[in-house]
């Protein structure tokens, strides 16, 4: 029997191919950079006003990203979706600073 799992941090994401013929060290393991980490990093590297959109990969590395890119001088918005990834309540993410809403024409950052 074969089994493929994935575990989704904040940090990485693990995933496992188990295969019930083998001895557990010998099943394929690879451990990589959590959605919410990538596009944390890709989110530092923006100077210009940004909408997210998309799945919700949310957590701190992410929010944390777009509180700097408004610190920078520049406006972060969420689709409804993707503003789940920083709170279940759009108006508290407004409350935060963030625009939710559809997109005003800025650059997109899809989140996958």
Do not use: H
């Not at 994935?6 to 496992?16: A, E, M, Q, R, V």
């Not at 210009?48 to 919700?56: K, N, T």
């Not at 001088?73 to 993707?82: D, L």
């Amino acid at each position: 029997m074969k089994i493929l799992a994935f575990d989704i941090g904040t940090g990485t994401k693990d995933i496992l191919l188990y295969d019930s013929e083998r001895k557990l060290e010998n099943c394929l393991k690879m451990v990589v950079p959590s959605p919410t980490v990538v596009n944390a990093g890709v989110l530092d590297g923006v100077n210009e006003d940004v909408y997210l959109d998309g799945a919700i990969v949310g957590g701190g590395p992410l929010v944390f990203a777009a509180a700097r890119v408004q610190k920078r001088g520049f406006k972060v918005g969420f689709s409804p979706t993707a503003a789940n990834a920083v709170k279940n309540d759009n108006l508290r993410v407004q409350e935060l600073g963030f625009y939710v809403g559809p997109n005003p024409g800025w650059r997109t950052l899809q989140l996958d």
